[in-house]
């Protein structure tokens, strides 16, 4: 549950994920407004709008919110001397929709529905902002799932590919340096048939970057490397000369790399 930042018109604002829900800092949004934020929070979470609203998220995600509980605060929420903290709230409603943390990083938190609320109670633009900001990052974030996801399949593919080598390639006169070099032309082969270089022909050519030509390559690229891992392994087995693989390999990395881009874009256009 360790917490992430957004930037928001210079307001750095945590969140976090926690049973299965994003919550967002309540405390940060407030610093938007003042340097008391718990007194502003307070003061939103005392109006009879917050309370009913506060009642029908948690009625709506909460099998165990007490509604007896909570229409005492309801009923309360009219009189002028009436004060509601998050940790009142939460203690008496048994609510799990705000929930407070201290130390490093704490402050109240909030599910990132009633945070945008109070946003909005804050400043409707601000809350536009936050908003949008919000969205970027968790796209950003399901982007690099689906990149890790996809990196992952060309490494447990990679060993269908060297298995293939191993039966049909690897003979029992090799010296470990022969067979060694044989894993790495395999290797290669794919490079080539896909990015159009080898290995070491991208670290000459990218001396400052860590890791392989491969932890750069894009989803795209990553799904037609484990597609080509298979194939090359059938390829060997058929005892198809190294030449004409690459030939196979990279008419196959062409056409599924447009097919693929294709359907992305499908996705992303404006329905009429």
């Known amino acids: 549950m360790a917490n992430k930042k957004m930037v928001v018109q210079n307001i750095e604002i945590n969140y976090k994920h ?12 407030a610093r938007f407004r003042t340097n008391e934020p718990d007194k502003v929070i307070s003061n939103w979470m005392r109006t ?47 609510a799990v929709g705000i929930f407070s943390k201290s130390g490093n990083g ?24 936050m908003v949008m900001e919000f969205e970027r990052l968790k796209q950003q974030e ?7 996801a996809k990196r992952e399949l060309a490494k447990l ?28 032309d395999e290797a290669d082969l794919l490079n080539t048939a896909l990015f159009g270089i080898t290995a070491g022909e991208w670290r000459k050519e990218n001396p400052d970057k860590l890791g392989n030509m491969r932890d750069y390559a894009n989803m795209h690229q990553l799904l037609v490397l484990a597609n ?29 790399l447009v097919s693929l881009i294709k359907a992305e874009n499908k996705l992303y256009l404006p329905k009429a």
């Not at 007490?66 to 005492?72: A, I, S, V």
């Not at 704490?106 to 902002?129: C, M, N, P, Q, R």
């Open 18 to 29: 926690k049973n299965d829900y994003d919550y967002i800092c309540l405390t940060d949004i």
């Open 48 to 94: 009879r709008n917050t309370i009913d609203y506060l009642g029908v998220w948690e009625r709506l995600h909460n099998p165990d919110f007490k509604p007896l509980e909570f229409e005492g605060l309801q009923l309360g929420s009219g009189e002028n001397s009436f004060l509601l903290s998050p940790k009142k709230w939460v203690e008496t409603t048994n």
């Open 106 to 129: 704490g402050g109240t938190y909030a599910h990132k529905d009633i945070a945008f609320k109070f946003a909005s109670w804050l400043s409707v633009e601000f809350e536009l902002y």
């Open 142 to 148: 399901q982007t690099q799932i689906e990149w890790t």
């Open 157 to 184: 593919n990679y060993t269908i590919h060297t298995d293939a080598i191993k039966d049909n390639l690897i003979v029992p006169t090799l010296n470990p340096s022969q067979i060694s070099f044989k894993y790495a």
């Open 228 to 256: 080509l891992e298979s194939y090359n392994a059938i390829l060997i087995k058929d005892k198809i000369e190294q030449s004409e693989r690459l030939l196979k390999l990279n008419e196959m990395a062409k056409q599924q």
